[in-house]
């Protein structure tokens, strides 16, 4: 069975950082793609970065873009993301997500999020 | 950036009736589209993708269409369980992937 962990979440103040962890099981972590994709408490869903398998490929939305670093590491079965200059607008669930075999771009399965709140 | 315009917002419907969810994109995104099932305090599911292959463990009732630019969700018979909120994605675009802002489906 897959499980996808999230950890890290918490409450933090304007221009701080967090990284994030999500811990994978229950499938071969480094033949696939990883993401995290964020929701904002009562909106829609908003993709955040992906990394490939072998850490080639990265990608970030432009929202988050020279703030915000994805890396993995195989060994340990695990996706992280680097928050750094931290906005209110940041505020969200924020959801590892499994990328399909066939296509990275489809998010196949989800963890059950960890919570970021950037408040003073 | 590809923009993905869900609508309706909200859609009431009885249990056992059809649901027609609809999704629109900015510019063509072939069949590289993808529908999503929330429920509150849930994670998304993965439904659809290819624009129309259920994924496992997806029931019959769940079925997509369209490419290009308009693309629909249909749920033929509506359960209980089926109350939620729907989003299409495409993954057309190499690292700039985008969600449409959600169709609430709920009981009438």
């Known amino acids: 069975e897959v499980q996808l962990v999230e950890s890290g979440g918490g409450l933090v103040q304007p221009g701080r950082s967090l990284r994030l962890s999500c811990a994978a099981s229950?499938?071969?972590?480094?033949?696939?793609?990883m993401h995290w994709v964020r929701q904002a408490p009562g909106k829609g869903l908003e993709w955040v970065s992906g990394?490939?398998?072998?850490?080639?490929?990265?990608g970030y939305a432009d929202s988050v873009k020279g703030r915000f670093t994805i890396s993995r590491d195989n060994a340990k079965n695990s996706l992280y993301l680097q928050m750094n200059s931290l906005r209110a607008e940041d505020t969200a669930l924020y959801y590892c997500?499994?990328?399909?075999?066939?296509?990275?771009?489809?998010?196949?399965?989800w963890g059950q999020g960890t919570l970021v709140t950037v408040s003073s | 950036e590809i923009v993905m315009t869900q609508s309706p917002a909200t859609l009431s419907v009885s249990p056992g009736e059809r649901a027609t969810l609809s999704c629109r994109a900015s510019?063509?995104?072939?069949?590289?589209l993808a529908w999503y099932q929330q429920k509150p305090g849930q994670a998304p599911r993965l439904l659809i993708y290819g624009a129309s292959t259920r994924a496992t463990g997806i029931p019959a009732r769940f079925s997509g269409s369209g490419s290009g630019t308009e693309f629909t969700l249909t749920i033929s018979s509506l359960q209980s369980e089926d109350f939620a909120v729907y989003y299409c994605q495409q993954y057309n675009n190499w690292l700039t992937w985008t969600f449409g802002q959600g169709t609430k489906v709920e009981i009438k």
């Open positions: 510019q063509s995104v072939s069949s590289n």
């Open positions: 990394i490939s398998w072998n850490s080639g490929s990265i």
């Open positions: 229950g499938f071969t972590f480094d033949d696939y793609a």
């Open positions: 997500a499994k990328g399909r075999s066939s296509s990275w771009g489809i998010f196949d399965y």
